[in-house]
């Protein structure tokens, strides 16, 4: 079975600082790794994903995330923090398996607050 | 393109009786998956269909069932509510993608109350 932790239910960032958001899976083969954001009253937005190919993913809107298998983490990050990144992000993993089908196992969420 | 549509966006329904939400995925999908989310659960897989068949299927009880049509519309049908059923429902439809990674789109919920 798979799972996703991530760590912190709410952060607080200043406007301009580092955002980093933890991720970590658990899973019996290498997953797919997504994160998305979802706004008040709004469904939810992909922002990236990790196939296998390159580690380091790149996503909309500055974010990025690193795959590191060693420390089956996915963690998220942007270089400054702007108000419009207040919102609620979540890390979600699925089973690369084609029998699988399209299953997504979401983290709890992290709930990020952008302070001016 | 259009995106994922649902129908209604708001629904409140009283305990016992049963309800019936919608969803239009993205033209030339044809995988529907349906989540429930919760302040108390998070987000919760319920069932995906393919192809008007249920490919998937997460650890709900029967009351919560679904179908797909031939044009790739989508349904989940929820009888004999309870109060616990309160939540925010998104559908979120799938096509192919980028070395066979079926990336997710998200309607934007149906938020159904239960008093």
């Known amino acids: 079975a798979q799972s996703v932790t991530q760590l912190g239910s709410h952060v607080s960032v200043s406007e301009g600082a580092l955002v980093l958001l933890r991720c970590n899976y658990s899973?019996?083969?290498?997953?797919?790794l997504f994160w998305y954001v979802q706004y008040p009253n709004q469904g939810l937005q992909l922002l990236l994903k990790y196939t296998s190919a390159a580690t380091l993913v790149k996503g909309i809107n500055g974010f990025e995330a690193e795959f590191k298998k060693s420390e089956t983490s996915f963690h998220l990050t942007k270089p400054s923090a702007h108000m419009s990144d207040a919102a609620e992000y979540f890390c979600a993993v699925s089973d690369r398996r084609e029998a699988a089908g399209n299953k997504l196992t979401f983290g709890g969420g992290t709930r990020v607050l952008v302070k001016p | 393109k259009a995106g994922v549509t649902q129908t209604p966006r708001y629904l409140i329904k009283t305990r016992g009786q049963q309800v019936t939400l919608s969803c239009s995925p993205i033209s030339g999908h044809r995988s529907v998956s349906w989540y429930q989310q919760t302040p108390g659960q998070g987000l919760q897989f319920l069932f995906e269909y393919f192809s008007e068949t249920q490919r998937n299927k997460g650890n709900f009880p029967g009351r919560f069932s679904g179908r797909q049509f031939s044009n790739s519309r989508s349904e989940m049908n929820v009888s004999t509510l309870e109060l616990g059923d309160s939540a925010l429902y998104l559908c979120?439809?799938?096509?192919?993608?980028?070395?066979?990674?079926?990336?997710?789109?998200f309607g934007p919920g149906t938020r159904l109350t239960v008093t």
């Open positions: 899973s019996s083969v290498p997953p797919y």
């Open positions: 979120a439809s799938s096509g192919p993608g980028l070395a066979g990674v079926h990336e997710q789109y």
